[in-house]
């Protein structure tokens, strides 16, 4: 984080100081993180980057400073509904606020200009597409500005997952306003983002104040995807019986599949997508809010603004697009700080299935590479076999100090790994072999030497390849080709189907030249093996406990799976 210079704080016209406003106008008692050095650097007049998670307090970053500073503080805002509760809240706290969007009649919108002409505001909220209207510049021109707020201010991006072609626009604050602080906020941190911001605002020579993206009460866990559906009852029927929950999946006929077997299971799920009455998804949204233990199944529709503070799950059925994709959505889980937890079920036909929504897209070819880099990104997420939480961070350019979270499934559970380069020559040459046409199942066959009919069809039982597989077994060989996947040394290709094809890295593995290891199982497997030994009443002998602060259903589950393993090995736990 760059750190701005620590000139004191100019005193206001009327004397009031930051931390006095902040009592007796907000309430608060104080400061959190970084917003005392944020508000001090836009109250002196400079401009910044604000990259802060969900809930972090980014508002009054902004909304602190436009009270100190002579003028009014100018809010653009992507949502109608956003802007609307916030203007209501500081009004309550007797601030003069307004918002000026599509919702106005013709009088009320003027009224508002009156008053911003008249110096009668202390922050106005905006929609973006107004903002830049002639008429709005014009207005804003003869008022005295405080500073420009840009919230959400990842709808710049173009390759983000909220793109806004209104937001574009705002460039042309900068060039007619130079002198009047920006200040740019967004939850949405990765490096591309980021750089698209200060590009687009020009915020070139601005600092960028950057939280720590951590949420330690959410544990990540991603699991092997068989039966989905019946992995998530599970899933919740054992862990979070009773718990609010959101279950995110991709389509709105899964959406209502999903919650309708819940159901059934006895879980109360509602469903919420796009495509539902909007009578019934604000009944829907209002019993998930207000009642306890829903469990809401939804599309990405669903989420924006939702503020509950115990929602004690996220799960994803389908992979998200994205490492911010997911890690906005899992950030809806645990707003309170109690333990919650990020549960995902994915596997290989996730992949093949968001390359191909990529490829079929409209979008220019900078939109799909990018797009591919970021599901890779989220791919390796799934498929690592080191510390969940690491690694998301890391995406965000943030170091974690420590080896591991002790609150993901890998630092519970550490995978067992195993030299692949055998394993994966075998692949990668059943690839070559075979022309670079087939999907997994026709490969798998051919690598365990099974006699299906396309296999003799293509007189593939007569290559060299044929059955040289025969040490693992299908499902095996599935986690292997995944892993190939998630580390480039294989690829999935949607124009050719789902062929699986080599790419450049593949030949260094060939060669023998690049070291491959690999988790021995699917992520989750072990998990389940042994709750199911322990189900089986099988007692299990003490071993040393995980570190972290493992609950005791997962530290059993631990020592059982450890027990195993050293009976694997023959030696006592
Ligand atoms: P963001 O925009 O970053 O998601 P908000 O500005 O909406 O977050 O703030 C989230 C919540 O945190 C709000 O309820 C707000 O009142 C609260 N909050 C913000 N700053 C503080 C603080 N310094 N102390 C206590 N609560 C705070
Ligand atoms: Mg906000
Ligand atoms: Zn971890």
């Not at 060039?175 to 591309?192: G, M, S």
């Amino acid at each position: 984080m760059s750190v701005p210079s620590t000139a004191p704080l100019p005193a206001p016209a009327d004397g009031r100081d930051a931390l006095s406003v902040l009592h007796s106008v907000f309430g608060l008692p104080g400061f959190r993180g970084a917003q005392g050095e944020i508000i001090r650097h836009v109250t002196d007049g400079g401009n910044c980057l604000v990259l802060m998670p969900t809930g972090g307090g980014k508002s009054l970053c902004y909304q602190l400073p436009s009270l100190l500073r002579e003028g009014c503080g100018i809010v653009v805002s992507p949502l109608i509904a956003l802007m609307r509760d916030q203007v209501a809240g500081l009004i309550e706290a007797g601030v003069n606020a307004a918002a000026l969007n599509s919702s106005l009649t013709p009088q009320e919108a003027s009224d508002i200009e009156r008053r911003l002409i008249a110096g009668d505001l202390d922050l106005l909220y905006v929609a973006p597409e107004r903002l830049v209207t002639p008429r709005c510049l014009s207005l804003l021109a003869q008022a005295k500005v405080a500073l420009f707020a840009i919230d959400e201010a990842h709808c710049v991006s173009q390759w983000g997952h909220d793109f806004r072609p209104e937001y574009v626009g705002l460039s042309i604050i900068a060039e007619r306003f130079p002198d009047v602080p920006r200040i740019a906020l967004t939850a949405t941190a990765d490096e591309l983002t980021r750089k698209e911001i200060v590009e687009r605002l020009q915020l070139m020579d601005a600092p960028q104040f950057v939280s720590s993206f951590d949420r330690p009460n959410i544990r990540y866990e991603i699991v092997d995807k068989r039966n989905a559906v019946s992995q998530l009852k599970d899933f919740i029927r054992e862990r979070h019986a009773g718990d609010a929950g959101v279950v995110y999946c991709l389509s709105r006929n899964r959406v209502e599949e999903v919650a309708a077997a819940l159901d059934d299971a006895g879980i109360a799920a509602l469903p919420y997508h796009a495509g539902l009455d909007s009578s019934v998804r604000s009944r829907n949204q209002d019993r998930f809010l207000n009642e306890d233990g829903i469990v809401i199944v939804a599309t990405i529709a669903f989420g924006m603004g939702i503020d509950k503070p115990d929602v004690r799950f996220v799960a994803h059925l389908d992979l998200p697009k994205s490492i911010e994709a997911y890690y906005q959505e899992t950030g809806r889980a645990g707003r309170d700080g109690k333990p919650s937890a990020a549960w995902m079920a994915y596997g290989l036909s996730d992949i093949v299935q968001q390359r191909r929504m990529i490829d079929e897209s409209s979008g220019s070819d900078d939109f799909k590479r990018v797009s591919i880099g970021k599901l890779d990104a989220l791919v390796g997420l799934a498929e690592t076999p080191h510390c969940r939480r690491r690694r998301l961070l890391a995406y965000f350019g943030e170091i974690v100090m420590g080896e591991a979270c002790g609150n993901c499934d890998n630092c519970l559970t550490p995978p067992k790994m195993r030299d692949g380069k055998v394993l994966a020559q075998k692949l990668l040459s059943c690839v070559y072999r075979t022309g670079q046409r087939f999907g997994a199942m026709h490969l798998i066959d051919v690598l365990i030497g099974r006699l299906t009919e396309k296999v003799t069809q293509f007189g593939h039982d007569k290559l060299s390849v044929f059955g040289i597989g025969r040490e693992l077994n299908e499902k095996q060989w599935r986690t292997v080709l995944r892993q190939l996947v998630a580390m480039g040394h294989l690829r999935s290709d949607s124009e050719a189907f789902g062929a699986l094809k080599l790419t450049d890295s593949s030949r260094g593995v060939l060669r023998g030249e690049t070291e491959v290891w690999l988790r021995e199982e699917a992520p989750g497997t072990r998990i389940r093996a042994s709750r199911e030994k322990s189900r089986r009443g099988n007692p299990a002998p003490a071993a040393a406990a995980p570190q972290g602060d493992a609950d005791p259903e997962l530290r059993a589950r631990l020592r059982s799976w450890r027990s195993e393993v050293a009976r694997e090995r023959g030696v006592p736990a």
